[in-house]
T-cell receptor, first 114, second 112 residues
Framework: NAGVTQTPKFRVLKTGQSMTLLCAQD?????MYWYRQDPGMGLRLIHY???????AKGEVPDGYNVSRLKKQNFLLGLESAAPSQTSVYFC?????????????FGNGTRLTVT | GENVEQHPSTLSVQEGDSAVIKCTYS??????FPWYKQELGKGPQLIID?????GEKKDQRIAVTLNKTAKHFSLHITETQPEDSAVYFC???????????FGGGTRVLVKP
């Protein structure tokens, strides 16, 4: 049972380039989330999804887009990367909302934008 | 929106001693307070949580206390062991919405 798998683990981009981060979960969870982690700032919610075909904005959505075409996958896209998007990105999933059930996190993607 | 502050940012303790991490929150409507532990190179993992109808909760060597009047909650680790070395995050949430607001994290180092 793999849980939550993030691809890739590391990536270096140049300013203006685009990329997609992939998150896959095999626990049949309804809810999925994308967070970014920056030193001293904890984890901040970028976007989330309450089910297949749905997405919603979180705390810091600007510069990112997401899609949830299949229940098990949640994609995070950067259309035009900026140095401010250098961060560690975590995907998480849960059976119900974050108020009612624990979040299961992947191991993160470290992104550097030069 | 909710704001969660966490102190200290780093904590070094001798093996066997206790460690305490404190968090304050701003939104009086928050009523769910989980704690996550993040080991090096991994994602955070839930270790304990507390809801506002409970003042204290224990699970073996870890305990969490909540003071709703003062809007602060704390994580207590007793008899610390080297495997307790990690980054710990507190968080707060309320029933409406799906937003869990995290504190800035505390890096705990347990010295043998």
């Amino acid at each position: 049972n793999a849980g939550v798998t993030q691809t890739p683990k590391f990536r270096v981009l140049k300013t203006g380039q685009s990329m997609t981060l992939l998150c896959a979960q095999d626990m049949n969870h309804e809810y999925m989330y994308w967070y970014r982690q920056d030193p001293g700032m904890g984890l901040r919610l970028i976007h989330y999804s309450v089910g297949e075909g749905t997405t919603a904005k979180g705390e810091v959505p600007d510069g990112y887009n997401v899609s949830r075409l299949k229940k098990q996958n949640f994609l995070l896209g950067l259309e035009s990367a900026a140095p401010s998007q250098t961060s560690v990105y975590f995907c998480a999933s849960s059976t119900q909302g974050s108020y009612n059930s624990p979040l299961h996190f992947g191991n993160g993607t470290r992104l550097t934008v030069t | 929106g909710e704001n969660v502050e966490q102190h200290p940012s780093t904590l070094s303790v001798q093996e066997g001693d206790s460690a305490v991490i404190k968090c304050t929150y701003s939104d009086s409507a928050s009523n769910y307070f989980p704690w996550y532990k993040q080991e090096l190179g991994k994602g955070p993992q839930l270790i304990i949580d507390i809801r506002s109808n409970v003042g204290e909760k224990k699970d073996q060597r870890i305990a969490v206390t909540l003071n709703k009047t003062a809007k602060h909650f704390s994580l207590h680790i007793t008899e610390t062991q080297p495997e307790d070395s990690a980054v710990y995050f507190c968080a707060a949430s309320k029933a409406a919405g799906n937003k869990l607001t995290f504190g800035g994290g505390t890096r705990v180092l347990v010295k043998p």
